[in-house]
């Protein structure tokens, strides 16, 4: 393993102004794509003299900073808060350096498109889980821990904005967040084309390790934020383009899987952002040859227990999302945020949100 690297940006986790404003596609796009601008790690991926790609490190010291202080300037809460309410896509900070990620500080970021099935047998959701439906996304893949490499436990995520195939001239483009990852404490997978990601997934604390101090202040703090910090829902996603005075229908769970079987790259050492890389490019060409695709499938049904684990789900596949590009980047672990869903007690219902304070911009919540 390579040295970690600990030069963050540094900043307040709370709202700024700049959480006030979202930006367009055009703009996020360039922010992470554009390697005259990204902060890309590398000038050509997996070309000879290229440096390995960094790793920042989830330390306990960032996550629980504050707690002590009964929560007046607890960390992890606060970020967890800006989180929900934040409306920003890029987070450039005083100093245009971005701020430091507390959790998931290593990922990669994938651009392509979103595709719901035309065909409509057993497919009555709403919004861009509608049959036929298809938008750009923008996503992070990311490490929950400090191993990237595969053959070890470690916890995955996917988090994307959906956004429709045009810009609404004049304005920023209108879009969707959706949150989904393994195991939260960790599941042994020897690539990433054996992870399976979802929005609800199970918590097995004890796979964690010597992390399961600070996974248990990040439980903390995610539970003082927000009514259920295991589980995103979708109703972003089955609200954009909904016709209105139509009513919401989303399902409760989502799961991506990476379709087909591509190759493991490079055995059981691997780093997850270069395996990605590995799928899509070859090493020394800056040009994609092969897309990433992931099956999108969903359900209606299923239950998490008293002990955080999830059953009961009857997965149908209805989409894919397929990925054409992806790129490491100081913007894409520094600047680039997405918004999490805040908890509904119906997700089908705007007005049944468990803690209304969480829609309003501006000055925090009190703890």
Known sequence: MRAALYSYPQGKQEMTAEDLQPSTY???????????VSGQYYKVWGAPGEAPLP??????????RGLIFFWRDFAILRAARRTLKSQADLRWGRDGNGFRR???PIGICLEGRW???????????????????????????????NDPRNGRNRSMGLIGKLFPLEDEEGKPTPRAHFVTQEDLGG??????????????????????????????????????????????????VAELGKQPGTATNAPRFMRLRIAGA???IDGNEADFRDEILGLIYDPGDEVPKRPLLFDIEVSKEGERTRFQKVKGQKWTRIGSILF???????NGDFVVHFQHPVWRNDRNDPKSMARAELSRLGPEAPA
């Not at 055009?26 to 005259?36: G, H, M, N």
């Not at 604390?205 to 295991?230: E, H, M, T």
């Not at 054409?324 to 100081?330: D, E, G, I, V, Y």
């Open 115 to 145: 595709s719901i099935d035309t065909d409509t047998s057993g497919n009555d959701y709403t919004g861009y889980f509608a049959p036929g439906k298809s938008g750009r996304v923008i996503a992070r893949y990311s490490l929950g821990g």
């Open 102 to 104: 507390l959790v998931h």
């Open 26 to 36: 055009a703009e996020i796009q360039a922010a992470l794509f554009d390697p005259k």
């Open 187 to 236: 599941a042994f997978t020897r690539s990433i084309t054996e992870v399976e990601l979802t929005n609800s997934p199970p918590v097995t604390l004890l796979k964690r390790g010597s992390g399961l101090f600070a996974f248990l202040i990040v439980i903390l703090g995610l539970s003082r934020a927000d009514n259920q910090p295991s589980e995103r829902q979708l109703y972003q």
């Open 324 to 330: 054409n590009k992806a790129a490491a980047s100081h």
């Open 262 to 264: 591509p190759p493991v």
């Open 55 to 64: 790793l920042y490190q989830q330390t306990f010291a960032s996550i629980a």
